[in-house]
């Protein structure tokens, strides 16, 4: 009888062992599940924000933990200037873009994956803004043998992360991770070099025609109006004459930076070549856009420029525009309307420059001609 007393609290405790192996392997099957999901989620993002912003913040919350940090080796700061770039808005607290290693290798001496409860100084290394950290994982990222950056998950549960568990699929997300990075930071850069001018840091010509498209489909949806701007510095061959080809670049960026911090966000500057610029104004009618113009002519022509010798030059500026109206948009052929709009500015530019320069002149676009309509001009 005790022999059958005994099997049965034997047989009791084995149902109870393998009960908790099932849900143990049901809770891993689902935890693997959501690791994968969020691998294709991380894969699919086309930017570091949102890649980035996914991490920090989506991530965190899927898995249930109370801090996310990432440190990142940036030495050309090219994160953050992708970051700043970004429509998306980062919450930064919890990311540290770093130009030297010297913190990461103190994080990963050994370039190990730690988990288990983290001492006060590794705390106020990678949980800075996050007290109350009970156990965490922090993850090494690695490409081609060298540390780029360091995850740390963190967690108010002691048992969370422990020395005593293995983590085979964190060290696979930390590998996923790094990849993703790399990735978005290349593709933007590629993304970049192909659409930003390399000396004035505007969008290039091929762009702005971009942009032009973009702004007339708005237009057409919106129901408003958008303005077509060119911009041309006056007697710019003088300068380089003068002054050498590295005084011409020097202006050349100094316009570009004056154009950019004058205008608004959702304003484009580009330069369409030599020392021409092209700006377009969405929302912007008439008056609002001969407003900008004229702003703009002046703040140029009373900005000191400054030679590569020191000299200070007084520049000036001639301005051309046209105004695109949502009546004028024949969505059929958007590409000759593109060419049409460019044609109007450029002739009204050439009128400012043909009656003295820096002056602002419009001409009108009639859409069903090949030849823009020269109004009356707006001279200063």
Same mark, same amino acid.
């Given at each position: 009888m005790d022999d059958i007393n005994k099997l049965a609290v034997e047989n009791r405790e084995l149902k109870r062992l393998v009960h908790l192996m099932q849900n143990k392997a049901t809770r891993n099957e689902a935890l693997l599940h959501n690791f994968f999901e969020a691998e294709l989620l991380m894969l699919s993002c086309s930017s570091l924000?949102?890649?980035?912003?996914? $991490? $920090?913040?989506?991530?965190?919350?899927h898995f249930k933990l109370c801090a996310v940090g990432l440190v990142l080796f940036d030495p050309e700061e090219t994160a953050q200037e992708l970051l700043?770039?970004?429509?998306?808005t $980062?919450?930064?607290?919890?990311?540290?873009?770093?130009?030297?290693?010297?913190?990461?290798?103190?994080?990963?001496?050994?370039?190990?994956?730690?988990?288990g409860q983290p001492d006060s100084r590794l705390k106020q290394q990678v949980f800075e803004h996050s007290p109350v950290i009970n156990s965490c994982a922090i993850l090494p990222l690695i490409r081609e043998n060298c540390l780029i950056g360091s995850l740390s998950l963190g967690s108010m549960d002691p048992d969370r992360y422990n020395q005593f568990l293995s983590y085979d699929y964190l060290s696979h997300l930390s590998s996923v991770v790094a990849v993703c990075i790399e990735n978005c930071i290349r593709r933007e850069t590629l993304q970049r070099l192909s659409s930003i001018d390399a000396l004035t840091k505007t969008?290039?010509?091929?762009?702005?025609?971009?942009?032009?498209?973009?702004?007339?489909?708005?237009?057409?949806?919106?129901?408003?109006?958008?303005?077509?701007? $060119?911009?041309d510095i006056d007697h710019f061959k003088r300068i380089n004459d003068s002054f050498g080809h590295l005084t011409g670049d020097r202006v050349?960026?100094?316009?570009?930076e004056l154009l950019k911090e004058l205008v608004r966000d959702t304003d484009t500057v580009a330069r369409y070549g030599g020392?021409?610029?092209?700006?377009?104004?969405?929302g912007c009618d008439h008056s609002d856009a001969l407003q900008v113009a004229e702003n703009l002519r002046q703040k140029l022509h009373a900005y000191p420029f400054e030679t590569h010798q020191g000299t200070v030059l007084n520049l000036s500026a001639s301005f051309g525009f046209t105004i695109c109206e949502p009546k004028d948009i024949a969505t059929e052929d958007m590409n000759g309307l593109m060419e049409?709009?460019?044609h109007a500015a450029d002739q009204a530019l050439y009128q400012s420059k043909e009656r003295g320069r820096n002056q602002t002149h419009f001409l009108t676009l009639n859409p069903k001609s090949s030849t823009p309509l020269i109004a009356e001009a707006d001279q200063r």
């Open positions: 924000a949102e890649l980035l912003n996914y $991490l $920090l913040n989506d991530f965190r919350q700043d770039s970004s429509s998306i $980062l919450d930064q607290s919890h990311l540290r873009l770093l130009p030297t290693q010297q913190l990461l290798r103190e994080i990963h001496p050994e370039n190990r994956l730690f988990y969008l290039n010509r091929r762009a702005f025609n971009l942009q032009l498209m973009r702004e007339l489909k708005r237009s057409s949806r919106t129901d408003a109006p958008f303005a077509c701007m $060119l911009v050349l960026r100094a316009v570009a020392e021409e610029f092209a700006i377009l104004l969405p049409q709009l460019i």
